[in-house]
Every structure is written in C-alpha cells, then in structure tokens.
C-alpha cells in the first residue's frame, strides 16, 4: 500500500483519466480496504467523473464546493495557509466518501474533492514557504502528507492504497503532491512531445539534466536540502494507444518503442530513482524484462471511454449497449470495452 501521484509535465495525456478508472479498478479489487483519491488538480476532472460524469459530476462539484465550510482540497489548503506549520489534524473532515454520490463507484473509494478556488490560493501557500521558519518550506510541502495521516488516522488504518491525480505544470500543488508521494505513474502519449516531457520530469524532480550548468528546480535543491523522499518511478504508461487499423499501429509502436528506449536510457543511468517490483524481485537485466517491470499500455476505448468518463461509470463495469448522455444517445460495442479492461485490470494487479 502506498501513495501514488499520477503525474506527467504534458497535459492531456490522461492523468484524470486514468486516476478515475486506476482508483476504481483498484478499489474494486481490494474491496475490503478504503482507497483514497486526492485531486490536487484545479480542474477536478477526476473529481468530476468521480462524482458522476459531466452533468451529475458536475453538480456536485458546484454543491460541495459552493458549501461553508467547504469540503474539498480548497478548504483543506485554507485552513493549512491559516496555520501552516503547525497542523490543526483536521484533515479527515475534508474527505467523502464517493457511494453516495455515484452508486457506480464502490464504497470503498474515498475522495479529497478538486476546487478550481486552488489556483487563486496559489501565491498565498506559495507565501507560506518564505517568510517563515528556517524550515518553512519543509513544513508547507507536508501538507497533503498531514492530510493523509489525518485521514488514515480517523480510519484507525497505519496504510492505506492513494491516488493523487496532479495538474501538469510543476505548480506548488504537483510540488505538495510529489513531496507526499511514494510512487509515481507517469501517463505519457504517443507523441514527440511525450519523449521531452520524459525528460523534463527528471529534471524536474530528481535534478537529471543532460546539459551541464542547466539551473535546477527549487523543488529538487529544497528537498535535497531537507533531505525529503521523493517518489520513485514505479510505471510509465502509454496511454490512448490506438489500434484502429495495421497501418496507425505500426506508427503508434514505433512512436512508443522511441520512447521505450528513453525510458530504458534513464535507467540504465538513474536506477536507484526507480521502485523495483513486486517486492523482492530483483532488478530488470535487459531492456525487456524492464518493460515488463515499468511499461503499461492502455489502449484507447473510443466510444466506451467517453461514456464512461461522461457518465462517471469505471470502464471495468460499464455495460454494452445504449446509454443516454447529456440527452443523447451514445452505443458502447464490447470490442471497444475489450479493448481497454483487460489492459487497466493487468495495469491495476501491478499496483501493490
Ligand atoms: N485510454 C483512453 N481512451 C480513450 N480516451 C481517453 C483515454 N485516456 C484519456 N482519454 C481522454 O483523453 C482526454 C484527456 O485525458 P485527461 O483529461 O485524463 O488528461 P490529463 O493528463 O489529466 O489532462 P490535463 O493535463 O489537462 O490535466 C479526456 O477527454 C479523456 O477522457
Ligand atoms: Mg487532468
């Protein structure tokens, strides 16, 4: 059991996504434990399809956070700027469980609801680090960390399996969500695009860069300096991968396979960032076995994916057939749930 942050530095390339279908498949599978999902993002798209999709997701959002006091991350962090270095432990009243509000969500997922307030908070938690204790800066990026100890406390659990969906930029927040995580899942898409962003994360986080003299992140040389964790790489998943017809598959493989080999390059040079498992397996030799160990793919599911994104259903329990969303009505075919289920339930059994 750990904290998982789902991050990647490139937009779009199915964090949420992926954080909804990654948590509910999770908790579907290990229904006797309470899983939790922090959406960090300002967006709340997780939060959204969590909460039942584009239009019940959506209302609900607008309730929670449109209640005083609120009871989503917004709240959580206000009352954090309020007394930032001194935790009130009041994090579990910010927590909810998801069942009552979308009944296709098991109820044993537990949510830290998103809040677009997080982005006019910004320069308020970004004041908390400096001025302050010599120590400040350490003390504002245990903040989600202070959050699930509330939480796992009020649940009387020592561990507990987090899911932290992030923004894309290296904002104060994916810095709050890094510094709290364990393990990191890294979507990326077949693109040129994805290749850089493999790069910039390393930069970013563990302060790799390949040009000598390139300035470092305020992120890396503050956790170096407070000797913080940092999350270990434990997946990188290419996501949205299409199989329409022989000739878009044999791009998409090259593409993928491109970006395999920068993968298998930042290992063969930075190993110790990576977590080894399941546990006690001992480390990849070739380039093979490491794709086995840190390479998932997730095709895309078309229809199927946006129905079940559109109507907060996971994909592993989303029927076939006829669904109405928002007024109209969209068919799910099996093969595009065929796609897709066997590719999270495999990606999901590798989550420990
Ligand atoms: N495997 C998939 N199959 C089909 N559609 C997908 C898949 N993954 C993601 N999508 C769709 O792709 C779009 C982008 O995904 P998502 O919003 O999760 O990306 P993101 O990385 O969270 O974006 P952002 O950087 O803006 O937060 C969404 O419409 C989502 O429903
Ligand atoms: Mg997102």
């Given at each position: ?26 908790a ?15 967006q ?52 909810l ?19 677009e ?19 400040a ?22 561990n507990?399996t ?27 898409s ?13 930069s ?35 996501n ?40 006690g ?5 070739t ?30 329990i989303?029927?076939a ?32």
């Open positions: 059991m750990a904290v998982y942050a789902l991050w990647n530095n490139k937009g779009g390339v199915g964090k949420s996504y992926l954080t909804f279908q990654v948590a509910c498949e999770y579907l599978s290990h229904r006797n434990e309470k899983v939790l999902v922090i959406d960090l993002c300002p709340a798209n997780a939060s959204s399809m969590l909460l039942g999709g584009i239009i019940n997701g959506e209302k609900h959002l607008e309730e929670i956070s449109g209640k005083s006091p609120k009871r989503t991350i917004a709240g959580y962090i206000e009352e954090r700027i309020v007394s930032p270095y001194l935790s009130p432990k009041k994090g579990a009243s910010f927590v469980q998801v069942h009552p509000f979308n009944k296709y969500v098991p109820d044993n997922l537990y949510l830290v609801v998103g809040d307030a997080l982005e006019v908070q910004t320069s308020r938690v970004a004041k908390a680090t400096n001025p302050g204790p010599t120590d800066w350490r003390l504002v990026h245990g903040w989600i960390s202070d959050l699930i100890s509330d939480i796992r406390e009020s649940w009387n659990v020592k507990c987090v899911f932290i969906d992030c923004n894309p930029s290296f904002s104060i927040y994916t810095e709050l969500a890094m510094s709290a995580s364990d393990r990191l899942i890294i979507p990326f077949a693109d040129g695009s994805s290749k850089r962003a493999v790069r910039a994360v390393l970013l986080l563990y302060g790799v860069n390949r040009i000598k003299g390139t300035e470092q992140s305020e992120f890396f040389l503050n956790s170096t300096k407070f000797r913080m964790a940092l999350p270990k790489i434990y997946a990188y998943v290419g949205r991968l299409t199989q329409m017809n022989l000739g878009a598959a044999s791009a998409f493989k090259t593409v993928v396979n491109e970006i395999g080999k920068e993968i298998w390059a930042v290992w063969q040079k930075n190993p110790n960032h990576f977590a080894i498992h399941p546990g397996t001992p480390p990849p030799r380039a093979v076995e490491f794709r086995k160990m840190f390479q998932a793919e997730i095709n895309d599911a078309n229809t199927a994916s946006v129905v079940s994104g559109g109507l907060g259903i996971p994909i592993s989303l029927p057939g006829r669904h109405a969303l928002a007024g109209r009505y969209s068919t799910v075919n099996q093969t595009q749930l065929n796609k897709q289920k066997p590719n999270l339930k495999k990606f999901v059994a590798t989550i420990e």
